[in-house]
T-cell receptor
Framework: KAGVTQTPRYLIKTRGQQVTLSCSPI?????VSWYQQTPGQGLQFLFE???????NKGNFPGRFSGRQFSNSRSEMNVSTLELGDSALYLC????????????FGQGTRLTVV | GNSVTQMEGPVTLSEEAFLTINCTYT??????LFWYVQYPGEGLQLLLK?????DKGSNKGFEATYRKETTSFHLEKGSVQVSDSAVYFC????????????FGKGTLLTVNP
């Protein structure tokens, strides 16, 4: 079956701009989570959506937002980009049961200049 | 809150050496435990998981046992190969409406021929 698809793979943006990243989960998965990966902070949880509802949010400023559509596809948006937002953004999909694992996409590498 | 502490790297081994990467956790409730692996330029792939105490997860020669009494989930492999070179992440999840993965900082493993 098809895996988790993230688009685009690479992005270069200027400080102050905004960006939208997209994630298509595995068919049948209703939970989509987003993570930020940086060399200094490691993998940090951004938010999780289940059936179009945000159920859980990490400790990130309000510039980071997301949404999920009825087909479970998800987007995350970062407004007023800062240099520190440069990171690999990973999306994961799952059934969200305690005992099931999350499947990750290849990520979107965002560089803010 | 939940947290995962894993052995700092980098770890450099010769081919066929024995590997141990230590992982301990703190969690509210009864989490599931995972090891993920990340190859250069890729997203995360599930390596193995365990969902209850004394469960042993295994895959591709890697093993880890869920030890509730010591809150540990150490990763082991008896004979590493060059192709095992990657970053390894220990993680835990709590399900339901609080579903998310909490990761350790990651351990870079390099295996030399």
């Amino acid at each position: 079956k098809a895996g988790v698809t993230q688009t685009p793979r690479y992005l270069i943006k200027t400080r102050g701009q905004q960006v939208t990243l997209s994630c298509s989960p595995i068919s049948g998965h209703r939970s989509v989570s987003w993570y930020q990966q940086t060399p200094g902070q490691g993998l940090q949880f951004l938010f999780e959506y289940f059936s179009e509802t945000q159920r859980n949010k990490g400790n990130f400023p309000g510039r980071f937002s997301g949404r999920q559509f009825s087909n479970s596809r998800s987007e995350m948006n970062v407004s007023t980009l800062e240099l520190g937002d440069s990171a690999l953004y990973l999306c994961a999909s799952s059934f969200a049961d305690l005992n099931t694992e999350a499947f990750f996409g290849q990520g979107t590498r965002l560089t803010v200049v | 809150g939940n947290s995962v502490t894993q052995m700092e790297g980098p770890v450099t081994l010769s081919e066929e050496a024995f590997l141990t990467i230590n992982c301990t956790y703190t969690a509210t409730g009864y989490p599931s435990l995972f090891w993920y692996v990340q190859y250069p330029g890729e997203g995360l792939q599930l390596l193995l998981k365990a969902t209850k105490a004394d469960d042993k997860g295994s895959n591709k020669g890697f093993e880890a046992t869920y030890r509730k009494e010591t809150t540990s989930f150490h990763l082991e492999k008896g004979s590493v190969q060059v192709s095992d070179s990657a970053v390894y992440f220990c993680a835990l999840s709590t399900g339901g409406s609080n579903y998310k993965l909490t990761f350790g900082k990651g351990t870079l493993l390099t295996v030399n021929p």
